[in-house]
């Protein structure tokens, strides 16, 4: 038996087949070509191709994993008609005269380098996207199957690394597990395991030949271990913790119904977090209380010009009805760092994570955020809709926001159409915002704390980046004293206040955040029932007596 470790992606216990997904290195010759123009009509049809060969991708990702995983094939998309990209290419081939295989292999070469080479963790990250949408191009313009990922048997996928577009490729039936040698447990692959719920880890240094291929093997995702021909013992008691997690699931769905409500009386809202209307299925299947983040910022992601007044009108309309009489809070377009639309006509920005995003886009295009704020007043008429703005750093900018819907507002009211009062609440995503939390909570109606940017921010630390694993501690004491101060400073202003982040998902710090007084969670709607099973089995009032605030 071998044994290897690695950084857990997503738990659960996977025992299976092994098979090593082996990319090969594409063989790529400097051809002399006579005729360029025909050369580069070559390349033309085999960027079109792959443009086409990545929407289809898009929307098998979009049906099997939600908009928010698929996004990154649209960004591929971007990618590939990028001009400076597209130039280098064309110009390769006619001031070489070589074949387009060669200038698609050295502009990969020339662009993965030189974003490898900055100083900004997100655009080092784009290295690896370059490199897979040259791949797809020298696959189409040397004549092989677009589908590379095939597999016969459910197995375990060991590989040295997976691009999103091969994990997407896989059939899901098939995949026990994903374990790779390298990435980053925040990649996009790494989101797209947890997203089809399956065992996975990153960064397991297994060979990738013989000793591994084609054995049986079993990964245990919640400790970050895979076994390679595991001994008897070993099989058996996995196995045993195998069904034992089967059996916890079966158990989970016999708390549909139950209201969050703890033994010693303390209840709690818990909602889903969601970024289109088809994952409304999922959220009143597990039996959400409401949807705690409605990611707006897709609805303009997946279009090629603005989605006008009405578009987004019925979209917001479709969601509070569906929803019924339970709240759906929508963030307002959250636009900039790495989710970029090519019109906007965004300056590129060296540091697009502390740059021109989300409401600051708003307030300084405020044509853009009148269109989306009367969508969302008119669609409050037909439900609960609660609006949430994100990167507040100041008063300021919820008064100037509270400026804007009254003009809004006053605009609906000429053109004599009815609208609703919705809630107006804000993100607390900036180490600023949850310092001056006291001052902000006199302005707003509710505090939604969006703990990935805050964990990122306060840390000094690009989630990423797989290099800094070790250092992005989301329970690092910075992180869990600024939440406790923003509940505190919320109650005493008489407001409430919840976690939209991956922390709110956290079983390890269910507990902790009930005795903070946090009064919502809203998670991925697959955590609502786990995260209520620890709700309904704790005594708050018993818990804080032996409760140790080592932060």
């Not at 107006?424 to 006199?442: K, V």
Request: overall charge negative; charged content about 30%.
């Amino acid at each position: 038996m071998k044994i290897y470790k690695g950084k857990s992606v997503f738990g659960g216990i996977a025992i299976g087949k092994i098979q090593v997904y082996g990319k090969g290195e594409k063989q790529v010759k400097r051809v002399k070509v006579e005729d360029t123009e025909a050369e580069i009509l070559r390349y033309r049809q085999a960027s079109e191709e792959a443009r086409s060969q990545l929407a289809a991708l898009y929307d098998r990702a979009l049906q099997e994993v939600g908009e928010d995983n698929a996004a990154i094939f649209e960004i591929h998309q971007m990618m590939l008609e990028d001009g400076d990209y597209q130039d280098s290419i064309e110009n390769i081939i006619r001031t070489q005269t070589v074949n387009a295989e060669y200038a698609v292999a050295r502009t990969a070469d020339n662009f993965a380098q030189m974003f490898a080479a900055m100083e900004d963790d997100y655009m080092r990250g784009r290295a690896a996207d370059v490199r897979d949408i040259s791949e797809r191009l020298l696959s189409i313009l040397q004549g092989e199957a677009s589908d590379k990922v095939s597999v016969s048997e459910p197995v375990i996928i060991v590989a040295d690394d997976l691009a999103p577009s091969e994990t997407v490729q896989f059939d899901k039936d098939m995949v026990l597990s994903f374990v790779t040698v390298h990435g980053s447990r925040n990649s996009h692959t790494a989101i797209l395991a947890r997203t089809m719920g399956i065992p996975a880890l990153v960064g397991a240094g297994l060979p990738l030949d013989g000793t591994v291929d084609g054995k049986t093997g079993i990964v245990d995702g919640t400790n970050g271990v895979i076994y390679v021909e595991p001994d008897e013992e070993t099989l058996s008691r996995l196995q045993k913790a195998g069904e034992e997690e089967q059996e916890k699931k079966a158990i989970l769905h016999t708390l549909k119904g139950k209201e969050n409500i703890t033994l010693d009386g303390k209840g709690i809202l818990l909602y889903a977090n969601i970024g289109n209307i088809k994952e409304l299925a999922t959220v009143l299947q597990n039996d959400a209380g409401g949807i705690g983040l409605f990611r707006s910022e897709f609805i303009y992601l997946e279009r090629e010009d603005f989605p006008t007044e009405e578009e987004q009108f019925w979209i917001y309309r479709t969601v509070a009805e569906t929803m019924g009489k339970k709240r759906v809070i929508i963030r307002t377009l959250d636009i900039g760092a790495d989710k970029q639309c090519d019109y906007f006509r965004m300056e590129k920005e060296e540091n697009p994570a502390l740059g021109c995003r989300a409401i600051r886009i708003c307030l300084t295009r405020p044509e853009i955020f009148k269109t989306q704020l009367r969508a969302l007043f008119r669609a409050s008429k037909y439900g609960k809709i609660a609006i949430m703005y994100p990167m507040i750093t100041s008063a300021g900018e919820v008064r100037r926001i509270r400026e804007i819907v009254g003009e809004v507002k006053a605009e609906l009211t000429a053109r004599g159409i009815e609208y609703g009062e919705p809630e107006q609440g804000i993100m607390i995503e900036t180490p600023a915002a949850a310092i001056i939390s006291d001052q902000l909570a006199g302005e707003v109606d509710f505090f939604s704390i969006g703990t990935n940017d805050l964990t990122q921010y306060l840390l000094a630390v690009d989630r990423q980046n797989p290099a800094l694993d070790e250092f992005c501690d989301t329970h690092h004491p910075a992180v869990l004293r600024m939440i406790e101060l923003v509940v505190e400073n919320a109650h005493r202003a008489g407001i409430w206040a919840g976690i939209c982040g991956e922390l709110g998902a956290d079983p390890e710090l269910t507990r902790d955040f009930l005795a903070m007084g946090v009064d919502e969670l809203s998670v991925s709607p697959e955590r609502i029932l786990p995260i209520r099973r620890t709700i309904l089995e704790t005594n708050v009032s018993e818990y804080k007596k032996t409760w140790q605030k080592s932060w």
